[in-house]
Structures are given as C-alpha cells and as structure tokens.
C-alpha cells in the first residue's frame, strides 16, 4: 500500500541550530516528493519538490532536501533555524502511475530561544 | 492563492444536515481533489476529479459525495453531516508541466474551510 511516513510527531529545535525533519516512503518506483509547510490556522505552502535529476534540491526559506533512493527517504534539513520556522511540516508523495498526493501525518516544529 | 477560491471559509452546522462545500478554479485545471485534515493525520484524500463528470474515491469517501458538473467547480457535499466529520476541508487542483516543464508541475491548495458539526 501507499504510504508515507514521518515518525517524528513534535520536535523541539533551538534558534539557531540545524534541523532534519524525516520522511520514508512506501511503494516502489521514483515518485515525486514534496515538502509543504503550514502555520497555525494557515494553509499549506510549498516548500520544495523532487522529480529527478540532483538529488539535493534546494527550496525556500533556507530549506533543503535530499532524495535517497536506497533508503525511500526524502529527508527535510535547514542549516539554521528562525524562530518564525515554528510551523507544522508535511511531506507528501505522488505516487508513479498515480495523480493523487499521499501526505504524512505532519511534523510539529517548536523553536526554544 | 493560484486562482483557488473555497467556500465557505468557516461554517457550523447541526449533525444531520446536509452541507456542500465549494472549491472553484480559474486556471482549467483537469485535476481537482478534496482533502480533510484532522490532528495526528495529515491530509486524507475524501474524492477526487479527473474532469468533468469524472470522480473517484480517495481512503476516506465515506459520508461524502462530489460532484463536478463544470471544469471550475467542484462541489463536496456531507449527505448528513455528523460529528466525526468536524474538521478542515481543502481542495487542490494539480498543475501539469505544460510549456513550463517541471516547474509548473505540482499541487496548490486551496485556504481550507474549516467545518464544525455540532
């Protein structure tokens, strides 16, 4: 079955340090991956996609992520985190032969001074 | 954002009734989804449209029904509503690569409507 998962409910960062946020996939051929963000009460935005080509993509915001084949992985990372990063973060996967978006169950990310 | 508009922004409404939530496109896209998002679950996929007249079933269709009559709108009705279906409600229409190649390529949202069923 389609899956995607992102097995860190909360996690708690302080300003300034790095940040990894995981997501692992299911299912078998490349698909297309996507980071979304959402602040409270907020919609969600677009952080960074993953079609093919460089594995190490670039996105707004300061975000980066690296696609990982071997490991189903499509990991979220930022060098450096702002307080206003406090956000919840999803991962979402389009599925090859498929048009629909398959999201995680979301990472909340709080941001201590 | 990106020419989708959701109505309405906010409703309250009593278990039983039924209520349509609209999502309306000014861009033609082909695909148009309905999604509900409740804490410790993500995005759920309820239906989705691959054209006019054209729908399928996401993992959580139940109690609900779609219907797509125009390429703009597509509508998300709760035949009667109950409480399980409190939450927020977005819609997304799926952009294809055309002359702009991968760039285009994705999904937007629309700014959700957040539904209470008391």
């Known amino acids: 079955a389609q899956s995607v998962t992102q097995p860190d409910i909360h996690i708690t960062v302080s300003e300034g340090a790095s940040l990894e946020l995981r997501c692992n996939y299911s299912?078998?051929?490349?698909?297309?991956l996507f980071w979304y963000v959402q602040s409270p009460g907020q919609g969600l935005q677009l952080l960074l996609k993953?079609?093919?080509?460089?594995?190490l993509v670039q996105g707004i915001k300061g975000f980066e992520a690296e696609f990982k084949r071997s490991q189903s992985s499509f990991n979220l990372r930022k060098p450096s985190v702002h307080w206003s990063d406090a956000a919840e973060y999803f991962c979402a996967v389009k599925f090859s032969g498929f048009q629909k978006l398959v999201f995680g169950t979301g990472t909340r990310l709080l941001v201590s001074p | 954002d990106a020419g989708i508009t959701q109505s309405p922004r906010h409703k309250v409404t009593e278990t039983g009734t039924p209520v349509t939530l609209r999502c309306h496109q000014t861009?033609?896209?082909?695909?148009m989804y309905w999604y509900r998002q409740d804490p410790g679950h993500g995005l759920r996929l309820i239906h989705y449209?691959?054209?006019?007249?054209?729908?399928d079933k996401g993992e959580v269709s139940d109690g609900y029904s779609v219907s797509r009559s125009k390429t703009e709108d597509f509508l998300l009705t709760l035949e009667s509503a109950t409480s399980s279906q409190t939450s927020v409600y977005f819609c997304a229409i799926m952009r294809n690569p055309g002359t702009g190649g991968s760039a285009n390529y994705g999904y937007t949202f629309g700014s959700g409507t957040r539904l209470t069923v008391v």
């Open positions: 299912y078998g051929a490349t698909p297309y």
């Open positions: 993953y079609f093919s080509g460089d594995t």
């Open positions: 449209s691959y054209g006019v007249k054209d729908t």
């Open positions: 861009e033609n896209h082909r695909y």
